[in-house]
């Protein structure tokens, strides 16, 4: 209380006598409001603050936290008739946060957060208690939440400003981003961002000055690369590194000059190209010649990347076979793998240049952003696995498409081997290949065609010289009966490729889109096996074989749409609650029920198939259908009463409750759905107003 006390009297030797607050203290900081004015006048703005007083080391967040962190919340409790702003951040700045490449922005130290207040015009009370809820986040090494109710009591009078308070204020808002009417201009590569700060003159910018741009939305730039200042033509060019951001056609922000003043700055993309700093002019004066011998070379060591090893592994049985095989049919081999590779490249190559015609931006990799490019390649990989650990052998017919082209044997399989390795290998980087392909993707069309297709050669080139130089092959080992098992062991790398591709494909899509995948993965399997079998058998045993087969290729095929259709969760569900049940019925509201859970097969393929189908949605909305979801992922004793008063013993249960069935009980629908008995159901009970 003594504490206290002291403090109280030295904010008030500070302030001012009529102002009465209540610091927050806290072993981190102390938090206290304080008012520009003495008094308030109706009708008139006025300002205050709240001080963050923080212990060394520790930081609170600016409105862009940076990588990690939360921006300090304000909730007033302020008199009928007054309005409070915002906080409007001062100029943040950056903690970097070493070793990992990440980077906050924020205040330490000692801070104030102004925000503006509006009075009514007539207040009716002598005073006025200004009352703010606080929450924060401090951290350092660890961060603590940390919260506070803070109060402020002025009196209803004359304005008056105390000249020190007034001097206190009139320098928080010299802290605050000054405002330009000016709009500056960007360019963006796909790994930069060349800010023209040229047409904003009142920043002043020197050679040596110090500049940060603070970004307001988050994945703009990388928060914790360097920014450096360059001057182009006299035109002060800052050079950001781009962040995950893949559409900006405006760039908001704070640019922090020589750590003491701050300009609100807003950009805009610019399809101009920035004199010489421009990526593609700075490769260009780097000479086409060397990129192309990049590209060679780190072609050559692409082969060595882990992303491509499990794919070459198929490689291994054609090389140490070079050495039993006639020299013209090695050569065109060779030739078949190095058509195929050459053949990708060209193709990414041309995806490339279109693309970027059209005004997309695109990277090394583009491809493997699509979850169906990438669910394909997993089941491609996996039936070439299927295929190495001898569940069916390659032979005609329909074996002559997908999982079995990379494999079959021949001059076609050499040539699809080619065209799948240079698929995985896109996900990697090699030594020299960076500058190669930064280059392909700004230089102009004929340029990038070049350097791609000599990066393939140089892929292609180390099987090429195997197969054109017979001598090698005394270095390679002699076949024998360990050829039988090697394809077996080489099936493993396979699928853990196939795993790896899986895993890539639920980040883009979610967990449902795997629980579509997996389904499609054992029925691929299932297809494999059943084919393996026919292969086997004799003639009427191989034709239902065979055929049953192909339904099960047909099935996996068919999954396709529903495993790789990100955020097909078109339906929102609101939560199932017995309460909410019984409102809605009493409103004579028509409701759906799902008892649903996540590890529900059913419940997923009848939500994937049926559900969320446009014409049953539509049908929902036409009758104004509520909508509820009751999970059963978590054990939860109110839906398992639910579930056993409707004599289920689990999921999935579905429940349809027309208008006025307060006086009736639910239809209970079929556990398999069709669209179509969604929608006689719904006909049935939910007749159109």
């Known amino acids: 209380m003594v504490r206290l006390f002291c403090i109280c009297l030295l904010l008030l030797s500070l302030f001012g006598a009529p102002v009465h607050a209540n610091p927050i203290e806290t072993e981190?900081?102390?938090?206290?409001?304080?008012?520009?004015?003495?008094?308030?006048?109706?009708?008139?703005?006025?300002?205050?603050?709240?001080?963050?007083?923080?212990?060394?080391?520790?930081?609170?967040?600016?409105?862009?936290?940076?990588?990690?962190?939360?921006?300090?919340?304000?909730t007033w409790q302020l008199p009928s008739g007054f309005t409070a702003s915002d906080i409007i951040f001062p100029t943040p700045q950056r903690f970097v946060i070493p070793p990992l490449p990440l980077a906050n922005f924020g205040y330490e130290r000692d801070v104030y957060l102004p925000v503006q207040l509006e009075a009514p015009v007539a207040i009716e009370s002598n005073t006025v208690t200004l009352q703010v809820q606080a929450e924060w986040l401090i951290c350092e090494q660890e961060c603590i939440p940390e919260s506070g109710v803070l109060s402020l009591t002025l009196p209803v009078a004359d304005a008056?400003?105390?000249?020190?308070?007034?001097?206190?204020?009139?320098?928080?808002?010299?802290?605050?981003?000054?405002?330009?009417?000016?709009?500056?201009k960007f360019t963006a590569t796909d790994r930069e961002i060349f800010l023209d700060l040229s047409s904003i003159p009142e920043l002043s910018l020197k050679p040596e000055s110090e500049v940060t741009f603070f970004p307001l939305q988050d994945g703009v730039i990388v928060n914790a690369a360097a920014q450096k200042l360059d001057f182009s033509q006299n035109r002060p060019i800052l050079r950001l590194e781009r962040g995950y951001q893949t559409d900006l056609p405006t760039i908001e922000g704070v640019i922090a000059l020589d750590k003491k003043q701050g300009w609100h700055i807003k950009a805009d993309l610019s399809t101009a190209v920035i004199a010489d700093r421009s990526p593609a002019s700075q490769l260009q004066t780097t000479n086409l010649g060397q990129a192309i011998g990049l590209a060679f070379l780190g072609g050559i060591i692409l082969n060595l990347m882990p992303c491509v090893l499990p794919v070459l592994s198929l490689r291994a049985l054609s090389i140490v076979s070079l050495a039993q095989q006639h020299p013209v049919t090695a050569r065109l081999q060779g030739l078949a793998f190095t058509g195929g590779v050459l053949t990708c490249f060209g193709m990414i190559g041309f995806a490339l240049v279109l693309l970027r015609s059209l005004g997309q931006s695109v990277g090394w990799g583009f491809q493997l952003q699509s979850p169906l490019v990438v669910l394909c390649l997993a089941y491609l990989l996996f039936g070439v696995g299927l295929n190495l650990s001898g569940v069916f052998v390659i032979g005609g017919g329909w074996m002559g498409v997908g999982q079995s082209l990379a494999s079959k044997a021949g001059l076609v399989g050499e040539f699809f081997t080619g065209v799948l390795a240079v698929l995985m290998s896109t996900p990697c980087s090699a030594p020299f290949m960076a500058t190669a392909v930064s280059a392909a993707l700004v230089l102009p069309g004929w340029q990038s065609m070049a350097i791609l297709l000599?990066?393939?050669?140089?892929?292609?080139?180390?099987?090429?010289?195997?197969?054109?130089?017979?001598?090698?092959?005394?270095?390679?080992?002699?076949?024998?009966?360990?050829?039988?098992?090697?394809?077996?062991?080489?099936?493993?790398?396979?699928?853990?490729?196939?795993?790896?591709?899986?895993?890539?494909?639920?980040?883009?899509?979610?967990?449902?889109?795997?629980?579509?995948?997996?389904?499609?993965?054992?029925?691929?399997?299932?297809?494999?096996?059943?084919?393996?079998?026919a292969q086997l058998a004799r003639s009427l045993g191989r034709k239902v074989a065979t055929i049953g087969a192909l339904i099960a290729l047909t099935a996996c095929v068919s999954l396709l749409p529903f495993s790789s259709s990100p955020g097909s969760k078109t339906i929102e569900w609101e939560a199932y609650s017995r309460e909410k049940l019984v409102t809605l019925r009493e409103q004579g509201r028509p409701v759906f029920v799902n008892f649903s859970a996540a590890w529900c097969v059913s419940c997923l393929v009848n939500e994937r198939t049926t559900l969320s189908q446009p014409a049953v949605l539509k049908e929902f909305q036409r009758r104004n259908v509520i909508l509820l979801k009751a999970d059963w992922t978590k054990r939860n004793a109110e839906i398992t009463r639910a579930l056993q008063e409707y004599g289920s013993s689990g999921v999935p249960l579905y429940l349809l409750y027309g208008a006025n069935m307060d006086r009736g009980e639910p239809l209970i629908l079929p556990k398999n759905l069709t669209p179509e008995i969604v929608q006689g159901a719904l006909e049935q009970a939910v007749p159109l107003s």
């Open 454 to 533: 000599t990066l393939g050669l140089g892929f292609a080139f180390p099987y090429l010289l195997l197969c054109f130089a017979p001598f090698l092959h005394k270095f390679l080992p002699k076949p024998g009966a360990w050829l039988e098992v090697l394809p077996q062991i080489l099936a493993f790398p396979i699928y853990g490729t196939a795993a790896w591709l899986l895993w890539v494909f639920t980040v883009q899509v979610g967990t449902e889109g795997l629980a579509s995948a997996l389904v499609g993965l054992i029925l691929l399997a299932f297809a494999a096996w059943l084919y393996g079998k």
């Open 28 to 74: 981190l900081s102390k938090v206290s409001l304080v008012s520009e004015v003495d008094a308030i006048k109706g009708g008139e703005n006025f300002w205050v603050a709240l001080r963050w007083q923080m212990r060394p080391g520790w930081h609170i967040y600016w409105q862009n936290p940076g990588d990690s962190g939360m921006r300090p919340n304000l």
């Open 160 to 184: 008056k400003i105390d000249p020190e308070k007034q001097a206190l204020f009139n320098q928080i808002r010299q802290s605050l981003p000054r405002k330009t009417n000016k709009t500056a």
